[in-house]
């Protein structure tokens, strides 16, 4: 187990909400939804283990990552909390609603399925990482341009980007721990629960209707695993339905399922 880096982003007094960021992501990307849930829920956003500023360890898979917030979550003096997760977040916030029901009071997926994931992209966006030179590098914006022959899209260059820092000396370097996530890529996208798991307590999936992280077929599965599953598609939304539909997340999230 890893001590997490969290960000407490209000709401004090009100029930807890626990946010988990997806892949390459961070606390920071919930920065403004998580002050919008603030208003309903006490929110601590935290870091999983190799990105942000929580330390940098080899080990990196779903069990472990679980026993990170269970042990945040005894460091904090919460019993039970709500817990919010995205993509890889979503996965991880399933496993343990399954396995640490107790510690539950209420599960949210954002845009992802119990099920295994192969995406030839995350290969190129790698790829693309670890080609970097970053001896050379002079900016973020420069990142960006040399991801540009692997990386069609440009908001995830941008995105990318985000986990590039610079020293007092101006040296770059990853906040991620781009060697071990890069070794763990093909587990993350495995799918972490077994048949046998279940989660009976209020569940609520979000899901981006221009996504493909979560389509219809997947809901069968999401109700074997979640029988009291409430499904929401926001029409408008790709895969982070948290910005991409901040008003209408915030109002699901906040509502009574």
Request: aromatic share 8%; with cysteine.
């Amino acid at each position: 187990m890893v001590p997490l880096h969290h960000i407490d982003l209000g709401g004090a007094g009100k029930p807890p909400m626990l946010v988990l960021h997806g892949l390459l992501g961070s606390s920071r990307n919930w920065l403004s939804t998580g002050r919008d849930l603030a208003k309903h829920y006490h929110v601590f956003a935290l870091d999983a283990r190799n990105h942000g500023k929580s330390p940098h360890v080899p080990e990196m898979d779903y069990d472990v990552m679980v026993a990170d917030i269970i042990a945040w979550m005894d460091g904090q003096g919460l019993a039970r909390a709500a817990i919010c997760g995205h993509s890889m977040g979503g996965k991880t916030a399933m496993l343990l609603a399954c396995r640490h029901p107790e510690r539950v009071e209420r599960l949210v997926v954002v845009d992802i399925a119990p099920k295994d994931y192969f995406w030839v992209a995350h290969r190129g966006e790698f790829l693309a990482m670890t080609e970097l030179d970053l001896g050379s590098l002079t900016s973020r914006s420069e990142a960006e341009l040399r991801f540009e022959a692997r990386v069609t899209n440009l908001g995830m260059r941008k995105f990318l980007s985000t986990n590039l820092t610079q020293d007092d000396a101006g040296t770059w370097r990853w906040l991620i721990n781009l060697p071990a996530l890069t070794a763990a890529l093909p587990v993350m996208e495995k799918n972490c629960l077994t048949a046998a798991d279940r989660y009976a307590g209020p569940t609520l999936f979000v899901l981006g209707g221009r996504s493909r992280y979560a389509e219809p077929g997947d809901h069968a599965i999401i109700r074997h695993h979640f029988p009291a599953a409430q499904i929401e598609v926001i029409a408008d939304s790709g895969h982070n339905p948290h910005m991409d539909a901040r008003e209408e997340f915030v109002r699901l999230v906040s509502g009574t399922i």
